[in-house]
Nanobody, 125 residues
């Protein structure tokens, strides 16, 4: 099982980026998935999560109204659309999947057992 995140980069404050996470070995429609981020010197924190059905979605308060999590089932890809970016959004962003036994969305880092590598997002002021 492997998750491959991409799409990070350097953007000015107020700009947008879309992160992608492609899965191999699992089918996203069978798994609850999420995005987390880790800024330099800080702990990894929750950003957004979606249940296996797509019917349950959660966002961190800090990104609500600006970020959107979604999936393209046919492409087995998880997305994070990030709009109105702020310098405090600068971090490594990670996609993750829960065990197939647990299909609800979760904001808890320890609920996820498959992680992709990070993709760096840098927002300049």
């Amino acid at each position: 099982v492997q998750l491959q995140a991409s799409g990070g980069g350097l953007v000015q404050a107020g700009g947008s980026l879309r992160l992608s996470c492609v899965a191999s070995g699992i089918t996203f429609s069978d798994y609850a998935t999420g995005w987390f981020r880790q800024a330099p010197g800080k702990e990894r924190e929750f950003v957004a999560a979606i249940s296996w059905s797509g019917g349950e979605i959660y966002y961190a308060d800090s990104v609500k109204g600006r970020f959107t999590i979604s999936r393209a089932i046919a492409d087995n890809t998880l997305y994070l659309q990030m709009n109105t970016l702020k310098p405090e959004d600068t971090a490594d962003y990670y996609c993750a999947a829960r065990s197939s036994r647990f299909r609800s969305a979760s904001s808890v880092l320890s609920d996820y057992n498959v992680w992709g590598q990070g993709t760096l997002v840098t927002v300049s002021s």
